[in-house]
Every structure is written in C-alpha cells, then in structure tokens.
C-alpha cells in the first residue's frame, strides 16, 4: 500500500511537470518567423545551399540553407505602408543579431543577404557598406496579415520593452 502511494505521488508530480512545460511551450510560441540567409558559395552541394534569384538581375545565384538571423534576434520593428500597396518595415535587432549583421556585412561584401518572412522570399539586399546599427530595412513586400503576426511577436519601435 505504501509503495503504491508513492507511485501516485510520482505519477501527479510527473503530469503536474509536464502540463507546466507544455503551457511554457505554448506561451513562447512564436507568429512569425523572420530569417536572413547569406549567399552561398556556387561550389556548395545542395546539403549547405538551395537555389535562388536575385530579382534586381534575374540572375540564378545559391543560398545558404541556414539562416544567419532568426526573429529570435528581432526585438522590435516599425512598419509602414509602402508605394505599392503593400507595406515595408525597419527591425531592431537584439546585441546577438547586431554582431551577426555587422559581421556580415564586413566579410560577405559585394554578396546579397536574403530576406524570408513565414516562408516567403521578400527582398534581397546587396550589401554596399558595414551595417553596424543592427537594423534591417525592408523597403515592401510585407503584407497586412504579416504586420499584424508581427505585432503579436515584437513591440513597435518606441514602445516599452514587454
């Protein structure tokens, strides 16, 4: 009898842990997804790169498969509507992704960095100078639906931190 009061014991603890993780799981979720890929050596197999198209020259070019900026280093964003219709948007990096911005554009030079939101190619940016700010500008592409996910992950440029 004992014995089987402490196997309750362990079971209510257990189920107790685990409904507290999956509620913490739940609560960090994440509405959008924001990713900067650098382009890739042509040399590279298709483990490291995937193909892509620079927009601006129609030319075919690779891209790293791995993002070197995630919205796990966005902190903030200011959007705005763009001439076109649809909207462009400036991102605050966090100190992680600033050295990661700075880095690339000190040694990749002349490259393009390529930016996805939820899965979407939306601009490539040609990298002319070092960006040691830690902002990144999107001139358009962005739709309203993506502004309001990003309202629900990252505060506005000038509000509190939350």
Known sequence: MFSQSIGMRRLCVFV??????LTDTVAKQRHCTFRVHAQANPQDTDVFSMPARVTSSGKDIAIQKLPWITEHDVTAFSPYPAQDGTFGALFQLDDH???????????RRGGFLFVLINGRMI???????????????IPSGLTAADVELMKKQWRLLGQRKR
């Open 16 to 21: 107790f842990c685990l409904a507290f993780a």
């Open 123 to 137: 601009t490539e940016l040609q990298i002319d100078k070092r960006v040691s700010d830690g902002k990144i500008y």
């Open 97 to 107: 992704g600033r050295v990661v911005l700075d880095t690339l554009s000190v040694e």
